[in-house]
C-alpha cells in the first residue's frame, strides 16, 4: 500500500519538477530533493508545491540555490553527563511542556537548550493569544491540538499560576474583505449573510461559541473601527496570556518534580546503535538515553539529520510586530482581525490585538526568510503593518509607537505540525513544523508525545508525590510598601 501511495506522489512530482535540474526519491510518504536551482524563490516554489501533493508527510528540500546559509555547529565536549530515560532538546514553549507532563512520570528526563535562557527563540515573540482554532485550517493536526488546547489552557494557566485573561476576538467583514472584482451588491450579500453563516457553522462543528455583531453594535461598542465595516463575529474565548511567563512556570514545574534542564548547551551530535538512539552529544558532554524528543524550533531539521532521522526541511517565516504605548488602552475596546480573502496561504492575518498587559499591538506579518536568526526588524515590515491593520481603525494614532520585534516561525512544506516517531530510528520523536497557533496547542503536544513514548516502550509509571502546582514570585511593583 505504502508502494503504491508513494508512486501516485512520483507522477504528481514529475509534472512539478518539469525542466528543473533536479533529482528526487520518495520513500514512505518522505519526499527528499537534490540538485540546485536559480533563486530561493524557486526553492520555496518547488517545496511548496509538492508540500501540498496528498500522501506527502514531509519534504527534505536539499536544493541548493545562490547564497543559502551552511549550519554551524559548537564543538563537542565528551565529557558524561549521565543517563537519562528521555533526552528533550529545546527549552520553547512546546520542549518546556512536554518537560514538565513527563515529570509527571518516574522517568528522568533532561532538557537541553542551547542558549542561555529558556524560551529565547519563537516562543519569546508570540503575540501571546490563546486561539480557539476558528482560523487554523479544517482538518488539520494543528486544528485539532489547537482546538483541544483551547479547552485545557485556563486551568493549566490556574494550576502555574501564570496570566490569563478571556478578551474575546471580533472578526471584522468589511468593505476591504473580498479583494476579488464582482459588483458591489453581490459582495455585500457574501459579506453580510453567507460569509457570517459559514463561520458560526464552523464554530458549531469545533465546539467554539460565536455571536454576530451587527453594525450598530458594533460601531456603539468600537466607535474607532473603520467605518467600511458590515458586520462582525465576536470569540468571547479567545483569551491572552503571556507566553515567556509561561514557559519559564512550565520549566519551574517541571525541575521542581525532577527535571533537571541543561542551558548554554547545543546538540551537536547523535550516536545510533543498531538503528536506535544511544546518546546525545552537546557542548557541554555526552547523554546516554534511549529516547530523544526533537522541539528545536527552527533547527528540528539539523537535529533530525544528526540522528540520520530527517524526514522535513524548517524554511523559517519572519513576523513583525508594533507594540504601543498603554496610553492608547481604551482606544480599541476588544482586540480585532479584519476577515480578507482569498486568504494568504497559511497565515490567519494578524489583527489589532492587547498584551495581557494592557498594550495594543499590531501584528504580525508573515514573510519568508532564509535566515534562522535575523530577528531584525525592516522599514518595509513596519509599512506593512501600518498599511494592512490601519485599515481596521483609520485613525489610530500612529506615532505612540514604543517598540517592534520579529519572531520566526519554524515552518515545514507541508504546513502542519510533525509529531511522530522517527520511521527509521528507534527512540528519536520528531516535534517539528510548530507555528501557529503552537502556544495553545502546546499541552496537548504534551499529551500526544507522551502517547508516542509509551507505544515506542517507555515505561511510564505515575507518581504519587507530583506537586502540579508552582506559585509565582511576588513583583515588588504590585505589592504595598509594607508587602515589600
Known amino acids: 500500500m505504502s508502494q503504491i501511495k508513494d508512486n501516485k506522489i512520483k507522477k504528481r512530482i514529475r509534472r512539478i519538477l518539469r525542466d528543473i535540474n533536479c533529482s528526487y526519491k520518495v520513500e514512505d510518504g518522505i519526499v527528499t530533493l537534490e540538485g540546485s536551482v536559480d533563486s530561493y524563490e524557486e526553492y520555496l516554489r518547488i517545496g511548496r508545491s509538492i508540500g501540498r501533493i496528498k500522501g506527502v508527510q514531509g519534504v527534505v528540500n536539499n536544493l541548493?540555490?545562490?547564497?543559502?546559509?551552511?549550519?554551524?555547529?559548537?564543538?563537542?565536549?565528551?565529557?558524561?553527563?549521565?543517563?537519562?530515560?528521555?533526552?528533550?532538546?529545546?527549552?520553547?514553549?512546546i520542549g518546556c511542556s512536554i518537560a514538565r507532563l513527563l515529570s509527571k512520570y518516574r522517568v528522568k528526563t533532561v532538557l537541553v537548550e542551547k542558549n542561555s535562557d529558556i524560551a529565547c527563540g519563537t516562543t519569546k515573540a508570540n503575540n501571546a493569544l490563546v486561539h480557539t482554532g476558528i482560523g487554523e485550517p479544517m482538518n488539520t493536526l494543528k486544528q485539532k491540538l489547537c482546538v483541544e488546547g483551547h479547552k485545557v489552557f485556563r486551568k493549566l494557566a490556574e494550576e502555574l499560576d501564570v496570566p490569563y485573561k478571556e478578551t474575546g476576538l471580533w472578526i471584522i467583514l468589511s468593505k476591504d474583505s473580498l479583494k476579488i472584482p464582482i459588483p458591489y451588491p453581490i459582495k455585500y450579500i457574501i459579506l453580510r449573510f453567507i460569509l457570517p453563516y459559514i463561520i458560526l457553522r464552523r464554530g458549531r462543528k469545533l465546539g467554539i461559541p460565536l455571536q454576530v455583531v451587527k453594525k450598530k453594535e458594533l460601531f456603539k461598542r468600537e466607535p474607532n473601527v473603520t467605518k467600511r465595516a458590515i458586520i462582525a463575529i465576536h470569540s468571547p474565548?479567545?483569551?491572552?496570556?503571556?507566553?515567556?511567563l509561561f514557559t519559564i512556570a512550565l520549566a519551574e514545574n517541571a525541575v521542581e518534580n525532577g527535571v533537571k534542564i541543561l542551558l548554554d548547551t547545543e546538540v551537536v551530535d547523535i550516536n545510533i546503535r543498531d538503528g536506535r538512539v544511544e546518546s546525545v552529544v552537546t557542548t557541554k558532554g555526552v547523554i546516554k538515553t534511549r529516547f530523544i524528543v526533537n522541539a528545536a524550533g527552527v533547527y528540528a531539521d539539523i537535529v533530525a539529520e544528526l540522528a540520520d532521522a530527517r524526514e522535513y526541511t524548517i524554511h523559517p517565516k519572519r513576523g513583525a510586530t508594533i507594540l504601543f504605548d498603554k496610553e492608547l488602552q481604551g482606544y480599541i475596546n476588544h482586540p480585532m482581525s479584519l476577515l480578507q480573502l482569498p486568504k494568504q496561504e497559511h497565515y490567519k492575518g494578524g489583527g489589532i490585538l492587547y498584551t495581557f498587559d494592557g498594550n495594543i499591538q499590531w501584528g504580525p506579518t508573515i514573510a519568508e526568510h532564509p535566515s534562522r536568526e535575523d530577528t531584525s526588524v525592516t522599514k518595509e515590515e513596519i509599512e506593512e503593518i501600518f498599511s494592512r491593520y490601519s485599515l481596521l481603525s483609520p485613525s489610530f494614532p500612529r506615532d505612540k509607537v514604543i517598540t517592534f520585534f520579529t519572531g520566526i516561525r519554524a515552518c515545514t512544506f507541508t504546513e502542519d505540525?510533525?509529531?511522530?516517531?522517527?520511521?527509521?530510528?528507534?527512540?528519536?520523536?520528531?516535534?517539528?513544523?510548530?507555528?501557529?497557533?503552537?502556544l495553545t496547542a502546546a499541552p496537548m503536544v504534551a499529551e500526544r508525545v507522551i502517547d508516542i513514548l509509551r507505544k515506542e516502550g517507555l515505561q511510564l509509571e505515575e507518581k504519587e508525590d507530583f506537586k502540579p502546582f508552582r506559585k509565582h514570585p511576588p513583583i515588588p511593583r504590585e505589592l504595598s510598601l509594607e508587602e515589600r
Open 417 to 438: 505540525f510533525i509529531i511522530r516517531a522517527a520511521k527509521k530510528i528507534k527512540g528519536f520523536i520528531h516535534v517539528a513544523g510548530i507555528q501557529s497557533p503552537g
Open 237 to 244: 474565548t479567545y483569551a491572552v496570556t503571556n507566553p515567556y
Open 64 to 93: 541548493d540555490y545562490p547564497g543559502k546559509e551552511k549550519p554551524t555547529r559548537g564543538e563537542a565536549s565528551h565529557r558524561d553527563l549521565g543517563v537519562a530515560d528521555v533526552v528533550i532538546i529545546g527549552g520553547g514553549v
